[in-house]
């Protein structure tokens, strides 16, 4: 059982193009989440979903979308990546959104916009 | 301020220390708090769940003491395999999702 798969592992990308972030848990969980890791600033919240279909906005959203087609994926896309948004991505899942939840966590995605 | 709030350390304590690392948070009405461990250029993985009346997992300890709104973390009897970040979690809340993370406490153990 792999748990949360994230791809690609690193990426460096010139600014102003588009990058989406791939996520795929096996664990049949509901939640699922894409958080930003950065020096300093701890995990921060960019969007999460409740269950397939449904997404919402955390707390550094904007520049990023997502979609929920269905229960597994989770993409992650930058429509114009900017060098403010070089990071660590880290894709996450929980049985469902209730907050005693354990996450589990992917690999992460080591993003770098030049 | 910030919501959650950890010492960032690094904490440098010898084989066999006790360490005690506290976050403190500002949500009065956080409901849930855990304790994350995540080790050097890796994921974050949970370490401890934190109860109201506090729970043991072998040599770790973890605290809630919602008067003063700080969580604790005491390791006890330290291993090399110990060395990491520990990250404070809280969650809940008013105002929509609300999972926090702290910034992270490094312990660094020594031989």
């Known amino acids: 059982i792999a748990g949360i798969t994230q791809a690609p592992t690193s990426q460096i990308l010139a600014a102003g193009r588009r990058m989406t972030l791939r996520c795929t848990q096996d664990?049949?969980?509901?939640?699922m989440y894409w958080y930003r890791q950065d020096l300093g600033l701890g995990l921060r919240l960019i969007h999460y979903s409740n269950t397939a279909g449904t997404t919402g906005k955390g707390e550094v959203p904007d520049g990023y979308s997502v979609s929920r087609a269905n229960t597994d994926d989770f993409p992650l896309t930058l429509a114009s990546a900017v060098p403010s948004q070089t990071s660590v991505y880290f894709c996450?899942?929980?049985?469902?959104?209730?907050?005693?939840?354990?996450?589990?966590f992917g690999p992460g995605t080591r993003l770098t916009v030049l | 301020r910030k919501e959650v709030e950890q010492d960032p350390g690094p904490f440098n304590v010898p084989e066999g220390a006790t360490v005690a690392f506290n976050c403190t948070y500002s949500n009065s009405a956080s409901q849930s708090f855990f304790w994350y461990r995540q080790d050097c250029r890796k994921e974050p993985k949970l370490l401890m769940s934190v109860y109201s009346s506090g729970n043991e997992d072998g040599r770790f300890t973890a605290q809630l003491n919602r008067a003063s709104q700080y969580i604790s973390l005491l390791i006890r009897d330290s291993k090399l395999s110990d060395s990491a970040t520990y990250l404070c979690?809280?969650?809940?809340?008013?105002?929509?999702?609300?999972?926090?993370f702290g910034a992270g406490t490094r312990l660094f153990v020594k031989a």
């Open positions: 979690v809280v969650n809940g809340g008013t105002g929509g999702f609300k999972t926090i």
């Open positions: 664990m049949r969980h509901n939640a």
């Open positions: 996450a899942s929980s049985e469902n959104s209730d907050i005693y939840n354990e996450q589990f």
